[in-house]
């Protein structure tokens, strides 16, 4: 595994827990127990065992196809029956017409995946049923978003459900959403920070076009969006967590730059408590604009289990 990840500063709405009733959707493929996605429910693994699972904690857009022609031609059926005319947008007509209780059983049939950064990442295996809907309902928001964020587990073995879509299958535990609004509200700095010379310059409005301005978005960028960010390693893991659920990082960049800070740099690497746990620091290096002094903040995270744990606040690194 690599000791680190560095990342250079250039380049809630539907939750659902685990499954208990041992209900699942299994999306155009038979998880039978593993998580190879085997066809028919047949494990084709070495031996005819289960490869390791892997735990995933993964943020991406998801989009639908369909496994074969029968399926497709089954789709357009129900659409018809429901008055639900063709858009030229199949993520918005599958979602206009899967959302109707009449056309479930099609939801049920369908390949749905998940894609980063437009790649395909993952095809999704339900474990709960009554997470279907939530599902459908992701197929509403904006292509490439990259704000659905998928936790469970996957072989990583790559199989092709689809015609020419090969992808491992990912079995969702936890599936929820999160808005750039959300994420937005997170820079709202304390009544009690007193504003320094730059925010009040802003605020003179002589500052405008300053390309340091607080942005959740180009803190979300840096953090997570990369083809490869599949969230399938400890450190992507981290990331994503950090990514949306660290509200403390978002405040302490929105801080940073408010005194002439720019995040120069994300790395993560293996922290010093690594030994039963797998324990990680992701290190947000900041460099003064005028001066070039770097400053640095941790926090450690525990990605030992399923969910990651913030372990500490967002803390001062100093290199030993």
């Known amino acids: 595994m690599n000791d680190e990840i560095a990342l250079s500063r250039s380049n809630n709405r539907c939750v659902a827990p685990a499954a208990t009733s041992g209900q699942a959707v299994i999306p155009a ?67 206009r017409v899967l959302s109707q209780p009449d056309a479930r059983y099609v939801a049920r049939q369908v390949s749905w995946i998940l894609t980063v950064e437009g790649l395909p990442a993952y095809y999704l295996a339900l474990r709960d049923l009554h997470d279907l809907p939530c599902l459908i309902g992701f197929l509403a928001h904006s292509r490439g978003s990259d704000l659905d964020l998928f936790v469970g587990s996957s072989s990583l073995v790559p199989v092709e459900t689809c015609p020419g879509i090969v992808a ?65 390693t400890d450190q992507w893991r981290a990331l994503n967590y950090l990514a949306v659920r660290g509200k403390c990082v978002y405040e302490k960049y929105a801080e940073m730059l408010e005194n002439g800070y720019i995040l120069d740099s994300v790395r993560v690497a293996n922290s010093r408590l690594w030994r039963e746990k797998r324990i990680l620091d992701p290190v947000f290096s900041f ?4 001066t070039g002094v770097m400053r640095k903040y941790f926090v450690r995270v525990d990605v030992s289990h399923l969910y990651p744990i913030m372990i500490n606040d967002i803390t001062e690194y100093f290199d030993r």
């Open 29 to 95: 493929q038979a998880l039978n127990g593993c998580a190879c996605g085997a066809q028919g429910g047949i494990c084709t693994c070495s031996s005819g065992n289960a490869p390791p699972s892997n735990f995933v904690y993964v943020l991406g857009t998801v989009d639908v196809r369909f496994p074969d022609q029968s399926i497709s031609d089954e789709f357009q059926r129900v659409a018809g029956d429901l008055e639900q005319g063709q858009d030229e947008d199949l993520r918005d007509w599958c979602h």
């Open 168 to 232: 491992p299958v990912l079995a969702v535990d936890q599936l929820c959403s999160f808005t750039q609004a959300k994420l937005s509200e997170w820079f709202e700095r304390s009544a009690t920070t007193p504003p320094t010379s730059r925010s009040k310059k802003r605020a003179r409005g002589t500052d405008e076009s300053d390309p340091n301005e607080p942005d959740p978005h180009r803190l979300f960028a840096l953090l997570v969006q990369s083809a490869d960010n599949f969230g399938d």
């Open 287 to 290: 460099r003064e604009t005028e």
